[in-house]
């Protein structure tokens, strides 16, 4: 990739130096003079579409743009504006449309010249130079300047060789002849003869052929008609000289005009003049044609139709000038003699909304450097713009002169016109007035210092709307009025307990506990309308006394219908609303059976005492091939230790953290392993026997039924699963002569990091045995049908081969003192 980047990145510079050769004559602006604060956004969005056409990264942009001549500072404001722009526009490519002459009607049998460098190979960096007003007109992708091959026969075009005339007669006489003009320009009419209507108009040439008609026999104005139309028309070459893009011959359609052949040379370069094209028939200039008059009034009466040999000139500039800032346009432009600054802005569109248009600063270009000279509004028609002008417009200041800004409680709060004498009342009056919750013991004034600090200026709102002060307001005072509720906690209370939307409530005054009731939806079913309980801050409580209150508590009783009475209990902010369930209320509680029963399923719990013995009891017992011993029970953790069953123990949550770290450390040294390494959540099995329970029905171990209970007998199980780290976790056939390593065997045995010590054995019951440690030796549990046996992979670390040398040599030691106090003893 790399490689091919490589490749596309020489190719794009091979070609700039093959458009600099093509284009010698463009003299483009070095690179070095553009001001990265002078380019729009579009443009650099056109510079970097361009550069991913060209396969360039935007690194790559910024070291042909420092090797091109551009400073080192302006290299970093353009990378800033490239990181800017990243982030908010979408690049799209556009191509250009296929330049076509071909037409319904008439045709013309050649085909232009499609090899455009200048759009293939155009400069990266060509689009953050200054815009030059106009020259894109020749450069849009979407205009052509095509001639129109449709059009009526003008009446003063010349025919010329290969063009094609059609004579239609009709009336007494009915020929239609399609006669294409010989290079002599002759036409052979049929049963007429040789007509010679070259380098004659349409109209001349109607004519002539009219009277030849007439003259052998043909009724013409005597109930015979003659028209003569042009048909197919003729190309002629048109010479294209001086500063365009790509100067040469050009074969064009004879209804070519001087636009059309601007065009396909690609318009005037970065040199040439927008404003005094010539036109150049038969060795003496015709016409000069000003682009400008087009772009500004619409007016072609210069851009005459072209014919053959006809020369198109384009000269230099003589003097261009740029506007940039608050203009409309900002470009650089052209300026004939006898034209001003007024012209210029013209030009340009004129100025912004948010200009200042009481002068515009000049760079202007002295002996040796440049200087900066003022040009006043009253001056703009008089000043002559000279060579390498730059007019710079700049914003209004973002200031008011005569607002005043009011903020708070008042009706119509916003900014407003400093009057003369406008005073603080009066500005009230001009909001409207105050709100009916205005916070009138002070206001404030923030009012800006001459120094542009602020100071505050307090104010008794009363007094001000009493008359008894009044204060003259100055230019940018803001003044703000609170709300009662601005200032202060806003007021709610809380509803718990036994309602259908418990939760914290909007305040109001006189607001009873039914009101409360009524807000969070009423009562929910089985909820107690006596003994309601009410929850009171307390402001008065004695820090100094260990038994002090740290809240009021009131029992309230209402009617359950909510009916209005006069001892309702009035609520104060803040207060806490507890509603209780009835004291026989209760829910339907589920439980369900599963497995090797006779009717497996879901059962209500009847009552408080009732017992998983029977629960079987009522769906029937167990089957023949039920294995009672390998019966479970799963219980909710929520039901056995009043907890979420989805929160991980703290011992879990340390392992996981420890896990992700791991992970980190070895993401690419194993990368077809797969890590085993999960949260584990609480167990939510309870360890029962059911065979003995069910032998022994109401013992302790026959636990009393919760709701959400699952009971699950299995079949009898025939096999054991050996799972964790073992060469090949799978499942083996249970066999009472086979030990716990047996088992383990059959699985391949112990992985290289199994951790021996820590196998355990999951019985089918929920239950779950670990391996006991004596001295050195492990001890395994026993195993049964259906059991998993699970070894666990090693803790990593550096600590644990030396933690092992420390256990085996401690076990050693102390075997060794009981043997010597054994042999003590014997003496």
Not at 268 to 297: A, M, T, W
Not at 373 to 395: F, M, Q
């Amino acid at each position: 990739m790399n490689r091919l980047r490589f490749l596309i990145f020489l190719i794009a510079v091979l070609s700039f130096g093959a458009v600099t050769n093509i284009t010698a004559q463009t003299n483009l602006q070095n690179i070095s003079s553009i001001n990265v604060d002078d380019i729009s956004d579009q443009q650099l969005i056109q510079l970097l579409q361009q550069a991913q056409k060209s396969g360039l990264t935007d690194a790559e942009l910024l070291q042909q743009a420092q090797s091109r001549g551009m400073s080192a500072a302006q290299v970093q404001k353009l990378e800033l504006r490239i990181k800017k722009l990243r982030t908010k526009s979408n690049e799209s490519s556009n191509t250009r449309p296929d330049s076509t002459l071909t037409q319904q009607g008439r045709q013309l049998n050649y085909k232009p010249d499609t090899t455009d460098t200048l759009y293939t190979n155009k400069d990266l960096f060509e689009s953050l130079k200054p815009k030059i007003f106009g020259a894109d007109i020749f450069k849009n992708k979407n205009s052509s300047f095509e001639p129109n091959l449709k059009l009526a026969t003008p009446l003063n075009y010349i025919v010329g060789p290969n063009d094609q005339l059609n004579i239609n007669v009709y009336g007494s006489s009915l020929v239609n002849w399609k006669l294409e003009v010989s290079p002599e320009g002759n036409i052979n009419i049929p049963g007429v003869g040789i007509l010679n209507v070259g380098s004659k108009t349409i109209e001349q040439a109607t004519a002539l052929i009219k009277s030849r008609l007439a003259a052998n026999n043909y009724a013409v104005g005597r109930g015979t008609s003659v028209q003569v139309t042009l048909g197919n028309i003729r190309s002629i070459q048109v010479i294209i000289i001086g500063q365009v893009a790509k100067p040469g011959t050009y074969t064009l359609p004879s209804l070519a005009t001087v636009f059309n052949a601007l065009y396909m040379a690609g318009g005037p370069n970065d040199n040439g003049s927008l404003r005094q094209i010539e036109v150049i028939r038969n060795n003496r200039i015709i016409r000069h044609l000003d682009v400008y008059d087009f772009l500004l009034k619409g007016d072609q009466k210069n851009n005459i139709t072209l014919q053959d040999q006809d020369i198109v000139r384009v000269p230099t500039y003589r003097t261009r000038v740029q506007l940039v800032g608050e203009i409309k346009i900002p470009a650089l432009f052209e300026v004939l003699p006898g034209e001003s600054l007024d012209n210029i802005i013209t030009y340009a569109g004129g100025f912004t909304d948010s200009a200042y248009t009481a002068r515009i600063k000049v760079s202007q270009v002295s002996d040796q450097q440049r200087k900066i000279t003022d040009v006043l509004e009253a001056d703009y028609k008089n000043y002559i713009p000279l060579r390498g002008d730059k007019y710079t417009i700049e914003s209004i200041i973002y200031r008011f002169e005569n607002r005043v800004v009011i903020k708070g409680a008042v009706f119509r709060p916003g900014d407003y016109e400093l009057q003369s004498g406008l005073t603080l009342l009066q500005l009230i009056d001009k909001a409207a007035g105050l709100k009916e919750d205005a916070f009138t013991e002070r206001g404030t004034i923030t009012r800006l210092k001459p120094d542009n600090s602020t100071e505050i200026i307090g104010f008794n709102v009363k007094d001000v709307i009493n008359k008894s002060v009044n204060i003259p307001l100055q230019r940018e005072d803001i003044v703000n009025i609170s709300s009662i509720f601005d200032l202060r906690d806003k007021y709610t209370v809380t509803i718990n307990g036994n309602v259908r939307k418990p939760g914290k409530f909007a305040f109001s005054e006189n607001m009873k506990v039914e009101d409360l009731i009524l807000k969070a939806g009423g009562f929910a079913e089985g909820a107690s309308t006596n003994r309601i309980e009410v929850a009171r801050r307390i402001t008065d409580a004695d820090p100094s006394s260990k038994n002090s209150s740290v809240s009021q508590v009131f029992s309230v009783n209402i009617d359950g219908k909510l009916k209005p009475a006069d001892a309702n209990f009035v609520l104060t902010p803040f207060d806490i609303v507890s509603v209780y369930s009835l004291p026989g209320y209760e829910k339907q509680k589920t439980v369900k059976v599963e497995g090797e029963v006779l009717y497996p399923g879901s059962y209500t719990i009847k009552s408080k005492n009732e017992k998983i013995s029977d629960l079987i009891a009522r769906a029937g017992g167990l089957t023949a091939s039920a294995d009672a011993a390998g019966g479970s029970l799963k219980r909710d953790n929520f039901a056995i230790l009043g907890i979420d069953k989805n929160k991980a123990d703290t011992a879990s949550v340390n392992a996981e953290r420890s896990a992700r770290i791991n992970r980190l450390k070895q993401s690419y040294k194993d990368s077809t392993k797969t890590t085993t390494d999960t949260v584990q959540q609480r167990n939510n099995y309870v360890g029962i026997e059911l065979d003995k329970i069910l032998k022994s029905p109401g013992s302790k171990t026959d636990l009393l039924l919760e709701n959400g209970d699952v009971i699950r007998v299995p079949k009898q199980q025939q096999i054991v699963r050996v799972n964790g780290q073992v060469l090949y976790p799978s499942a083996v056939v249970f066999d009472k002569s086979k030990s716990f390593n047996d088992f383990v065997s059959n699985a391949g045995g112990y992985g290289p990091d199994a951790l021996r010590r820590g196998a355990y054995v999951v019985y089918p019951n929920g239950t779950v045995k670990g391996t006991r440690k004596f001295l050195f030796f492990n001890n395994h549990p026993s195993v049964k049908p259906g059991s998993e046996i699970y070894v666990p992979k090693k803790s990593e670390g550096k600590g644990n081969t030396a933690q092992t040398i420390l256990g085996f040599t401690t076990g050693l030691a102390s075997l060794g003192a009981i043997i010597l106090g054994i042999l003590s003893l014997n003496k």
